[in-house]
């Protein structure tokens, strides 16, 4: 997608299993850098606590097909977007390209956004106004919707 949110990556000797391969795990460790790179252009944070209340954006569904290897020292970039914002949750679609040009995996996360309480107790809340304000501005940019 063209108006994605681009972010680079490499592979490093530690991403990679005893073959020399990227391992899956650690490819979607790029892609949740990307994602929380992607939020941080959006003026929203993954973590925040302000004003008592702590909120944070814990996965809830990931779902993504590996394609492709990428080896130590390849480059790449994911391609990052908003592709639906609901009332308590965002999804995104990622796709991470080697330099090549190569599909390495591509997929969809949702994250629910939570409100996290001194007990450390997780509960799922509507996504705060401000944000929600954000998030509607980038969608308008996309050409997409809210559902």
């Known amino acids: 997608m063209e108006r994605a949110f681009r972010y680079p990556v490499r592979v490093e000797f530690a991403d990679t299993d005893a073959a020399g391969v990227a391992h899956f795990s650690r490819l979607l460790t790029f892609i949740e850098a990307a994602e929380h790179a992607y939020l941080k252009s959006l003026g929203i944070g993954v973590f925040t606590d302000e004003a008592g ?28 977007w908003l592709e639906e914002l609901g009332r308590k949750s965002v999804r995104y679609r990622a796709e991470l390209m080697s330099a090549a040009g190569r599909v390495v995996c591509a997929g969809t996360m949702t994250n629910a956004y939570v409100e996290i309480g001194g007990d450390f107790a997780v509960k799922s809340s509507e996504i705060c106004s401000s944000d929600r304000q954000l998030f509607l501005k980038e969608l308008e940019r996309l050409g997409g919707s809210e559902v």
């Open 53 to 80: 209340v702590r909120s944070g954006w814990p996965r809830v569904d990931v779902n993504f097909q590996f394609r492709s290897p990428m080896r130590f020292g390849d480059e790449g970039e994911v391609a990052i």
